[in-house]
């Protein structure tokens, strides 16, 4: 775990790449269901594509913006809720030393 933190403090410094965190205190949250993904096109003619995974393992696609634009919402409103991007590699490094510790019953 603490390597896999580790190359995402790497990973966050590139400029294409948003990384955010979900905190506890947010309590439950759509995406807590199963992993969905909305894909969004620059050309006002796409459709956004939706990518579904349900407990079943199938994975669903939807280009239909009656069934995109709910999970759309969905994940702007986890945007709000998470940690905001600038604060992630905080975040990380917060864990971290908590690991480096021996917390989380974890020694070193």
């Not at 995402?8 to 400029?15: A, E, N, W």
């Amino acid at each position: 775990m603490i390597r896999q933190m580790e190359d995402m403090l790497d990973v966050i410094k590139h400029p294409n790449v948003t990384v955010q965190f979900m905190p506890f205190r947010s309590g439950a949250y759509r995406a807590m269901g199963g992993q969905f993904a909305v894909l969004e096109f620059d050309e006002p003619s796409d459709d956004n594509l939706l990518y579904l995974e349900n407990a079943e393992g199938s994975l669903l696609y939807y280009e239909n913006p009656e069934r995109t634009e709910p999970y759309l919402r969905h994940f702007q409103d986890m945007e709000r809720a998470a940690t905001p991007p600038h604060k992630a590699a905080d975040a990380i490094n917060a864990v971290l030393s908590i690991y480096r510790e021996g917390g989380f019953g974890i020694t070193i």
